[in-house]
């Protein structure tokens, strides 16, 4: 039987965490109510650490406090007694208090999605979705549709972090190999090369004076570095600047399918889960854009909320837009016809996730050799160079 790590309360609010194995999580959880226990989390596998670069709330904590929620009013607790629970046992401290915020205001008789929406860390997608749960009485069901959206964007990311790791690391790799020879390897040499005083092959020289170039300058070219990012950041922050970012994004031959792929997963995951948990169609568009997070796309799909807006269905001012292909256009409106409007999107976002990770194999595929190349070359102009001069130095033939 599969191990599994749970967390849960007792009676008096004592908490507890150990390991169990059991048939599966429906039967632990019953296990557990047998024995007066209240679950809060339940985790196959090995526990997750937390470090002290890990205070910052981010959409796993998000994930988390949601699986707690929803296993803590499904085992039939109040939600200002779960929220209490919560307060007093969330792993961060920062999370912490923000949960007892929100007890807080619950306590002074607001709803569950007033009290998040005070919050930055819960997304308008989310205090959105609480709220359509909230007026149809369905919360428990609408947490539920959270702990799968967060656990499939989740995950979703953690498979791109995870395919950029390694070029990433050789690429900072290499570069550390090639700083070590050029500030500390080949000054050496040109010690040598001095003393000799004799004259030195072209590729040499040039070795020899980029090497003293960057040995000298290098606090210049950091801070030419730094100054550019810090530019490009500041631009970045301004109207203009997002725009022309954003279209060079969409535009940029080597990534442009790719980006285009994660806007059109990104919005459409949203969409379908706002739609099925209830919430307006309208909001749920200007919602879903805000998430898309590129400007000019979001300017894009203007079109379609003005065209759901005057009643003219969603497919037509979808393909209007010209950011969809003209497939999602026609599975949208199949889906619209049918009634199932939110399982589209969703079966459109699982298709387009998938082409996603299919073109970053790809590309990481093509780029890791490319990149391996680059440095070998790198690496080989250095060391010929060098030994063409020692050859030279010494009169040997090559």
């Not at 949960?99 to 002074?108: N, P």
């Not at 031959?253 to 990104?266: C, E, F």
């Not at 393909?319 to 589209?344: H, I």
Request: glycine residues 8%; proline residues 4%.
């Amino acid at each position: 039987m599969p191990l599994f790590i749970y967390e849960a309360v007792d009676s008096s609010g004592k908490r507890l965490k150990e390991s169990i194995e059991a048939t599966n999580e429906e039967s632990l959880k019953n296990v557990l109510r047998e024995r007066g226990l209240l679950p809060i989390s339940i985790k196959t596998g090995v526990e997750t650490r937390t470090g002290f670069f890990s205070k910052r709330i981010t959409s796993k904590d998000l994930l988390i406090f949601t699986q707690e929620l929803s296993n803590l009013l499904e085992s039939g607790l109040p939600l200002d007694k779960a929220l209490f629970v919560l307060s007093e046992h969330s792993e961060k401290r920062g999370f912490r208090s923000i949960i007892g915020d929100i007890y807080r205001d619950i306590q002074r008789g607001q709803s569950l999605s007033q009290a998040m929406g005070k919050h930055k860390v819960f997304p308008r997608l989310y205090v959105n979705m609480i709220k359509s749960g909230e007026a149809g009485g369905m919360v428990e069901t609408v947490l539920r549709r959270l702990v799968a959206f967060l656990e499939t964007t989740t995950s979703f990311k953690e498979e791109v972090t995870s395919a950029l790791i390694y070029p990433l690391l050789l690429t900072v790799v290499g570069g550390l190999a090639v700083a070590v020879l050029m500030l500390y390897v080949i000054p050496e040499f040109s010690k040598i090369f001095a003393d000799m005083g004799q004259a030195l092959p072209l590729p040499t020289l040039i070795l020899l004076k980029a090497s003293q170039g960057i040995a000298s300058y290098w606090w210049a070219i950091g801070c030419a570095l730094a100054g550019v990012i810090i530019l490009i950041r500041v631009y970045a922050k301004t109207s203009e600047g997002r725009n022309y970012l954003d279209n060079f994004k969409i535009r940029f031959p080597l990534v442009q399918k790719l980006i285009i792929r994660l806007i059109i997963a990104r919005f459409s995951r949203t969409l379908g889960t706002m739609l099925q948990s209830g919430v307006p169609i309208l909001e749920a568009i200007k919602i879903s854009r805000e998430v898309v997070g590129n400007e000019v796309i979001s300017a894009k799909l203007d079109v379609l909320e003005e065209g759901v807006r005057r009643g003219r269905g969603i497919a037509s001012p979808l393909k209007e837009s010209g950011v969809f292909p003209p497939v999602v256009a026609q599975m949208v409106a199949v889906g619209e016809e049918a009634g199932r409007l939110e399982e589209t999107f969703l079966l459109i976002a699982d298709r387009f996730e998938a082409e996603s990770r299919s073109l970053i194999k790809r590309v990481v595929s093509l780029f890791e050799p490319a990149l391996i190349l680059l440095m070998g070359l790198v690496v080989g102009f250095i060391v010929i160079s060098m030994l063409i001069g020692i050859f030279s130095i010494n009169e040997i033939p090559i």
